[in-house]
Protein backbone atom coordinates (compact mmCIF):
# COMPACT_ATOMS: atom_id res chain seq x y z
CA UNK A 1 0.00 0.00 0.00
CA UNK A 2 2.99 2.63 0.89
CA UNK A 3 4.44 1.81 -2.25
CA UNK A 4 1.38 2.38 -4.62
CA UNK A 5 0.68 5.56 -2.35
CA UNK A 6 4.65 6.76 -2.93
CA UNK A 7 4.27 5.80 -6.94
CA UNK A 8 1.30 7.64 -7.17
CA UNK A 9 2.45 11.26 -5.34
CA UNK A 10 5.77 10.72 -6.47
CA UNK A 11 6.13 14.07 -8.22
CA UNK A 12 4.27 15.61 -5.46
CA UNK A 13 6.63 14.55 -2.95
CA UNK A 14 9.52 14.76 -5.14
CA UNK A 15 8.51 18.85 -5.57
CA UNK A 16 8.40 19.37 -1.76
CA UNK A 17 11.44 17.64 -1.36
CA UNK A 18 12.85 20.01 -3.75
CA UNK A 19 11.35 23.25 -2.12
CA UNK A 20 12.94 22.11 0.94
CA UNK A 21 16.25 22.00 -0.03
CA UNK A 22 15.90 25.27 -1.72
CA UNK A 23 14.66 26.86 1.42
CA UNK A 24 17.82 25.25 2.75
CA UNK A 25 20.19 26.51 0.73
CA UNK A 26 18.83 30.19 1.08
CA UNK A 27 19.18 29.76 4.81
CA UNK A 28 22.95 28.62 5.05
CA UNK A 29 24.61 29.93 1.99
CA UNK A 30 25.45 33.77 1.43
CA UNK A 31 23.80 34.77 -1.75
CA UNK A 32 23.34 38.05 -3.74
CA UNK A 33 19.91 39.37 -3.88
CA UNK A 34 17.99 42.25 -5.71
CA UNK A 35 16.58 45.74 -4.05
CA UNK A 36 15.32 48.29 -6.27
CA UNK A 37 17.12 47.03 -9.40
CA UNK A 38 20.68 46.30 -7.49
CA UNK A 39 22.40 43.64 -6.61
CA UNK A 40 23.08 43.88 -2.69
CA UNK A 41 24.89 41.31 -0.53
CA UNK A 42 22.99 39.15 1.47
CA UNK A 43 24.79 39.27 4.54
CA UNK A 44 26.95 42.88 5.55
CA UNK A 45 29.63 42.82 6.77
CA UNK A 46 30.79 43.18 10.24
CA UNK A 47 31.55 46.75 10.94
CA UNK A 48 34.48 47.66 12.44
CA UNK A 49 35.10 49.80 14.77
CA UNK A 50 38.31 52.19 14.33
CA UNK A 51 41.39 53.00 16.67
CA UNK A 52 40.52 56.21 19.22
CA UNK A 53 41.21 59.42 17.99
CA UNK A 54 44.39 60.72 20.32
CA UNK A 55 43.71 63.03 22.54
CA UNK A 56 44.03 63.82 26.90
CA UNK A 57 41.35 63.17 28.63
CA UNK A 58 40.62 62.36 32.20
CA UNK A 59 37.14 61.87 32.40
CA UNK A 60 34.23 61.89 30.12
CA UNK A 61 33.24 65.73 29.71
CA UNK A 62 30.69 64.79 27.46
CA UNK A 63 29.97 66.27 24.04
CA UNK A 64 27.30 68.55 21.55
CA UNK A 65 26.09 67.53 18.48
CA UNK A 66 25.78 70.36 16.40
CA UNK A 67 23.14 69.89 13.44
CA UNK A 68 22.92 71.34 10.33
CA UNK A 69 21.16 71.83 7.00
CA UNK A 70 21.39 74.07 3.74
CA UNK A 71 23.63 77.38 3.61
CA UNK A 72 23.08 80.41 1.16
CA UNK A 73 24.42 83.03 0.35
CA UNK A 74 24.22 86.78 2.43
CA UNK A 75 22.66 87.59 -0.40
CA UNK A 76 20.25 85.19 -1.16
CA UNK A 77 19.33 85.09 3.05
CA UNK A 78 18.92 88.83 2.91
CA UNK A 79 15.97 88.32 0.12
CA UNK A 80 14.03 87.32 2.74
CA UNK A 81 12.95 84.07 1.22
CA UNK A 82 14.08 81.73 3.86
CA UNK A 83 13.22 83.36 6.33
CA UNK A 84 10.31 80.92 7.32
CA UNK A 85 12.93 77.88 7.28
CA UNK A 86 14.68 77.88 10.32
CA UNK A 87 17.01 75.02 9.20
CA UNK A 88 18.46 77.45 6.24
CA UNK A 89 21.56 79.81 7.62
CA UNK A 90 23.54 82.34 5.87
CA UNK A 91 27.39 81.43 4.93
CA UNK A 92 28.79 84.18 7.35
CA UNK A 93 26.69 82.81 9.98
CA UNK A 94 28.52 79.16 9.51
CA UNK A 95 31.70 80.91 8.86
CA UNK A 96 31.47 83.17 11.98
CA UNK A 97 30.13 79.80 14.24
CA UNK A 98 33.15 77.34 12.68
CA UNK A 99 35.93 80.41 13.73
CA UNK A 100 34.50 80.51 17.31
CA UNK A 101 34.96 76.82 17.39
CA UNK A 102 38.44 77.33 16.60
CA UNK A 103 39.34 80.64 18.56
CA UNK A 104 38.18 78.76 21.78
CA UNK A 105 39.87 75.40 21.10
CA UNK A 106 36.65 73.08 20.57
CA UNK A 107 37.36 69.75 19.16
CA UNK A 108 35.96 68.46 16.83
CA UNK A 109 35.01 64.77 16.03
CA UNK A 110 34.10 63.18 12.54
CA UNK A 111 31.30 60.24 13.23
CA UNK A 112 33.63 56.81 13.12
CA UNK A 113 35.72 58.63 15.76
CA UNK A 114 32.77 59.16 18.05
CA UNK A 115 31.72 55.19 17.50
CA UNK A 116 35.67 54.87 18.35
CA UNK A 117 34.30 56.83 21.98
CA UNK A 118 31.51 55.22 22.50
CA UNK A 119 32.22 51.48 21.54
CA UNK A 120 35.69 51.44 23.72
CA UNK A 121 33.92 53.88 26.62
CA UNK A 122 36.34 56.63 26.62
CA UNK A 123 35.80 59.46 28.06
CA UNK A 124 34.99 62.77 25.83
CA UNK A 125 37.22 65.70 26.54
CA UNK A 126 36.68 69.23 27.37
CA UNK A 127 34.91 71.12 24.66
CA UNK A 128 33.79 68.14 22.68
CA UNK A 129 31.70 69.03 19.66
CA UNK A 130 30.20 67.46 16.15
CA UNK A 131 29.49 69.06 13.41
CA UNK A 132 26.43 67.49 11.45
CA UNK A 133 25.23 67.85 8.44
CA UNK A 134 21.74 66.38 6.87
CA UNK A 135 20.39 65.59 3.31
CA UNK A 136 23.14 66.33 1.33
CA UNK A 137 22.64 69.44 -0.13
CA UNK A 138 25.38 70.45 -2.67
CA UNK A 139 26.17 73.82 -0.04
CA UNK A 140 27.94 71.87 2.31
CA UNK A 141 30.97 71.79 -0.21
CA UNK A 142 30.43 74.64 -2.20
CA UNK A 143 29.83 76.75 1.06
CA UNK A 144 30.63 75.12 4.35
CA UNK A 145 33.27 72.85 2.95
CA UNK A 146 36.04 75.84 2.23
CA UNK A 147 35.11 77.06 5.72
CA UNK A 148 35.81 74.03 7.59
CA UNK A 149 39.26 73.29 5.65
CA UNK A 150 40.15 77.06 6.89
CA UNK A 151 39.85 76.17 10.32
CA UNK A 152 40.52 72.28 10.18
CA UNK A 153 37.41 71.48 11.57
CA UNK A 154 35.93 67.63 10.88
CA UNK A 155 32.16 67.22 10.11
CA UNK A 156 30.31 64.28 8.81
CA UNK A 157 27.11 64.56 5.92
CA UNK A 158 24.49 62.43 6.03
CA UNK A 159 22.56 62.35 2.16
CA UNK A 160 19.51 61.28 1.33
CA UNK A 161 21.37 58.78 -1.41
CA UNK A 162 18.92 58.75 -4.45
CA UNK A 163 18.94 62.91 -4.52
CA UNK A 164 22.85 62.38 -5.00
CA UNK A 165 21.94 59.50 -7.35
CA UNK A 166 20.40 61.77 -9.34
CA UNK A 167 23.12 64.75 -8.61
CA UNK A 168 25.86 62.69 -10.08
CA UNK A 169 23.92 61.26 -12.90
CA UNK A 170 22.53 64.74 -15.05
CA UNK A 171 23.01 67.15 -12.55
CA UNK A 172 19.33 67.53 -12.27
CA UNK A 173 17.26 68.89 -8.92
CA UNK A 174 15.23 67.51 -6.93
CA UNK A 175 11.52 67.61 -5.94
CA UNK A 176 12.95 70.48 -3.50
CA UNK A 177 14.70 72.09 -5.89
CA UNK A 178 17.78 72.32 -4.05
CA UNK A 179 20.78 70.90 -5.38
CA UNK A 180 22.57 68.11 -3.67
CA UNK A 181 25.66 66.46 -3.28
CA UNK A 182 27.54 64.37 -6.34
CA UNK A 183 29.63 61.62 -5.57
CA UNK A 184 32.49 63.02 -6.92
CA UNK A 185 32.05 65.60 -4.37
CA UNK A 186 31.72 63.33 -1.52
CA UNK A 187 34.73 61.82 -2.24
CA UNK A 188 37.00 65.00 -2.86
CA UNK A 189 35.50 65.45 0.78
CA UNK A 190 36.37 62.60 2.46
CA UNK A 191 39.90 62.29 1.17
CA UNK A 192 41.00 65.71 2.91
CA UNK A 193 40.36 63.78 5.87
CA UNK A 194 38.45 66.43 7.51
CA UNK A 195 34.58 65.24 6.28
CA UNK A 196 32.63 61.97 6.43
CA UNK A 197 29.93 60.40 4.69
CA UNK A 198 26.92 58.99 6.41
CA UNK A 199 23.36 57.65 5.21
CA UNK A 200 20.12 59.79 5.58
CA UNK A 201 18.67 56.77 3.79
CA UNK A 202 18.27 55.97 0.28
CA UNK A 203 14.78 57.17 -0.42
CA UNK A 204 13.02 57.19 2.92
CA UNK A 205 13.04 60.98 3.49
CA UNK A 206 9.41 61.69 2.73
CA UNK A 207 5.92 60.79 4.11
CA UNK A 208 3.74 57.83 3.28
CA UNK A 209 0.15 57.06 3.05
CA UNK A 210 -0.59 55.47 6.27
CA UNK A 211 -4.22 54.96 6.20
CA UNK A 212 -6.81 54.71 3.90
CA UNK A 213 -8.76 58.00 4.77
CA UNK A 214 -4.76 59.66 4.00
CA UNK A 215 -3.33 60.18 7.13
CA UNK A 216 0.63 60.77 6.38
CA UNK A 217 3.24 58.59 8.18
CA UNK A 218 7.14 58.46 8.51
CA UNK A 219 8.82 56.46 6.68
CA UNK A 220 10.97 54.48 9.30
CA UNK A 221 8.04 54.37 11.99
CA UNK A 222 5.07 54.14 10.01
CA UNK A 223 3.15 51.22 8.53
CA UNK A 224 2.31 51.99 4.92
CA UNK A 225 -1.16 51.52 3.88
CA UNK A 226 -1.34 49.04 0.61
CA UNK A 227 -4.33 51.01 -1.42
CA UNK A 228 -4.15 48.34 -4.12
CA UNK A 229 -4.63 46.06 -1.46
CA UNK A 230 -7.01 48.03 0.82
CA UNK A 231 -4.69 46.97 3.67
CA UNK A 232 -2.11 47.89 5.64
CA UNK A 233 1.53 46.60 5.55
CA UNK A 234 1.95 43.52 7.94
CA UNK A 235 4.89 44.39 10.76
CA UNK A 236 6.86 41.67 8.63
CA UNK A 237 6.58 43.76 5.31
CA UNK A 238 7.27 47.42 7.28
CA UNK A 239 10.33 45.75 8.67
CA UNK A 240 11.34 44.74 5.26
CA UNK A 241 10.69 47.61 3.48
CA UNK A 242 12.64 49.64 6.65
CA UNK A 243 15.80 47.10 5.97
CA UNK A 244 15.76 47.38 2.24
CA UNK A 245 16.31 51.17 1.93
CA UNK A 246 18.79 50.82 4.82
CA UNK A 247 20.74 47.91 2.71
CA UNK A 248 20.51 49.62 -0.34
CA UNK A 249 21.69 53.10 0.86
CA UNK A 250 24.73 51.62 2.72
CA UNK A 251 25.82 49.60 -0.22
CA UNK A 252 25.68 52.31 -2.98
CA UNK A 253 27.38 54.54 -0.48
CA UNK A 254 30.56 51.94 0.22
CA UNK A 255 30.07 51.44 -3.60
CA UNK A 256 30.66 54.59 -4.74
CA UNK A 257 33.19 55.99 -2.08
CA UNK A 258 35.22 53.01 -1.35
CA UNK A 259 34.70 52.88 2.64
CA UNK A 260 32.66 51.67 5.26
CA UNK A 261 29.74 53.84 5.93
CA UNK A 262 28.35 53.31 9.46
CA UNK A 263 26.47 56.60 10.41
CA UNK A 264 23.18 57.35 9.71
CA UNK A 265 20.95 60.20 10.29
CA UNK A 266 17.16 59.35 11.06
CA UNK A 267 14.44 61.42 8.57
CA UNK A 268 12.90 63.44 10.47
CA UNK A 269 15.15 62.97 13.63
CA UNK A 270 12.69 59.86 15.02
CA UNK A 271 12.99 56.18 16.10
CA UNK A 272 11.64 53.51 16.96
CA UNK A 273 12.71 50.07 18.30
CA UNK A 274 12.24 48.53 14.65
CA UNK A 275 14.14 50.97 13.22
CA UNK A 276 17.13 51.26 15.51
CA UNK A 277 16.86 47.45 15.18
CA UNK A 278 17.28 47.35 11.60
CA UNK A 279 20.17 49.60 11.83
CA UNK A 280 22.08 47.33 13.83
CA UNK A 281 21.33 44.68 11.55
CA UNK A 282 22.68 45.97 8.47
CA UNK A 283 26.35 47.58 10.36
CA UNK A 284 25.56 51.15 11.41
CA UNK A 285 27.25 51.81 14.44
CA UNK A 286 26.05 55.55 15.27
CA UNK A 287 23.03 57.33 14.80
CA UNK A 288 21.18 60.52 15.00
CA UNK A 289 18.20 61.62 16.26
CA UNK A 290 16.89 65.41 16.67
CA UNK A 291 16.06 64.80 20.43
CA UNK A 292 17.90 67.41 22.11
CA UNK A 293 19.91 67.39 24.73
CA UNK A 294 24.34 66.53 24.59
CA UNK A 295 25.87 62.96 24.55
CA UNK A 296 28.32 61.01 26.71
CA UNK A 297 30.23 57.85 26.99
CA UNK A 298 26.98 56.01 28.18
CA UNK A 299 24.91 57.15 25.66
CA UNK A 300 23.06 55.29 23.18
CA UNK A 301 25.00 55.24 19.77
CA UNK A 302 21.59 54.33 18.22
CA UNK A 303 20.16 56.98 19.58
CA UNK A 304 22.09 60.13 19.82
CA UNK A 305 20.48 63.62 20.89
CA UNK A 306 21.51 66.42 18.74
CA UNK A 307 21.10 70.64 18.77
CA UNK A 308 19.67 72.82 16.04
CA UNK A 309 21.88 75.72 14.71
CA UNK A 310 19.01 78.00 13.77
CA UNK A 311 18.92 80.60 12.12
CA UNK A 312 20.03 84.18 12.77
CA UNK A 313 21.10 83.41 16.40
CA UNK A 314 23.87 85.46 18.31
CA UNK A 315 27.01 84.25 18.81
CA UNK A 316 26.19 84.36 22.39
CA UNK A 317 23.32 82.28 21.88
CA UNK A 318 25.65 79.49 19.63
CA UNK A 319 27.81 79.56 22.88
CA UNK A 320 25.11 78.54 24.61
CA UNK A 321 24.45 75.19 22.18
CA UNK A 322 28.09 74.59 22.88
CA UNK A 323 27.27 73.80 26.93
CA UNK A 324 27.41 70.31 28.27
CA UNK A 325 24.60 70.17 31.00
Known amino acids: MLSSFLEKHRYTLLGAVLIVLILAFFCFVDVPYTIYGVSVDSQ ?12 QAGSDHGAVVLMYHHLVTDADMASGKYEDNNAIISVSQFAEEMRYLSENGYHT ?13 LPFPEKSVIITFD ?28 SSVVASDDGGLTAQNIPHLSFEQMREMQQSGLVEIGSHSYDGHGMIKASQSGDLGRFFIDRKYLTDESRRETEAEYRDRVNQDLRLSKYILESELNTAVNYFAYPYGVANSASRDALARNGFLVAVTTAKGTINN ?6 LNRRNVDQGISLTEFARLLEVK
Open 44 to 55: PADPEVLPAPEY
Open 109 to 121: FKMSEVASILYNS
Open 135 to 162: DGYASNYTLAYPILQDYNLKATIAVVVV
Open 298 to 303: RSDALK
